[in-house]
């Protein structure tokens, strides 16, 4: 089946570091997301992203349709910034998402 | 507005009862879906609703009983539920199930004793 997978699967940074979180995904996506879900479970929409880079303040992101990958940007780490971020896929138009396994950052004062 | 509702918030229940979750959405979306996500792991699909009927069902056991009212209202009934069913479900719209954003509401924390 498909599969979407997410690197590094841990991650701790200092306050004020700056991150790369990747996602490989093993067909061609037509709906990228990336989601950060925080300790209360709310998953919170950071970019919706098929292809091309967008920015966010001090997040960004590029997805690479054709190499099949999607990299989130974290600069200027802060300690809200703690939590899971998952990528999630669409590869039909019945609407199923299908979501990495996550990566679980913690920043640290 | 992107804001999905959903209530209650937390819920314990025993193995012979009857609850349901609800979901709302007011972005006028005409696709709704229920995930379901078990500790340390990622969501995974149960159903998704299309322009108010059901048009997938992930193989979810009978013990769950989706319902979508009108095209703002997604409940889910829960009936007969065993303990490793205990999970956080979210419920999820878009405008519909092309390939759209997907926007989830802040799900309900479910505990099944």
């Known amino acids: 089946g498909i599969q979407v997978e997410q690197s590094p699967p841990d991650l701790i940074l200092q306050e004020g570091a700056n991150s790369t979180l990747r996602c490989n995904f093993s067909?061609?996506?037509?709906?990228l997301q990336w989601f950060h879900q925080n300790p209360w479970g709310q998953l919170i929409n950071l970019f919706y992203i098929p292809s091309g880079t967008k920015q966010n303040g001090r997040l960004s992101a590029t997805t690479v349709a054709t190499e099949r990958y999607s990299l989130l940007y974290i600069s200027s780490s802060q300690t809200t910034d703690s939590g899971v971020y998952f990528c999630?896929?669409?590869?039909?138009?019945?609407?199923?998402?299908?979501f990495g396994q996550g990566t679980e950052l913690s920043v640290k004062p | 507005d992107t804001e999905v509702t959903q209530t209650p918030k937390h819920l314990v229940m025993g193995m012979t009862n009857k609850k349901s979750l609800k979901c709302e959405q007011h972005?006028?979306?005409?696709?709704m879906y229920w995930y379901k996500q078990k500790a340390k792991k990622p969501p995974e699909l149960m159903f998704v609703y299309s322009y108010e009927k059901l048009s997938i069902n992930e193989s979810v056991p009978s013990r769950f009983s989706p319902e979508c009212p009108n095209s703002s209202l997604l409940n889910l009934h829960l009936h007969a539920l065993q303990p490793e069913d205990s999970a956080l479900y979210l419920c999820a719209s878009s405008q519909d199930v092309g390939f759209r954003e997907q926007y989830f509401g802040p799900g309900t924390r479910l505990t099944v004793t």
């Open positions: 999630a896929g669409n590869y039909n138009q019945g609407g199923k998402l299908i």
């Open positions: 972005m006028g979306h005409r696709a």
């Open positions: 067909d061609s996506v037509n709906n």
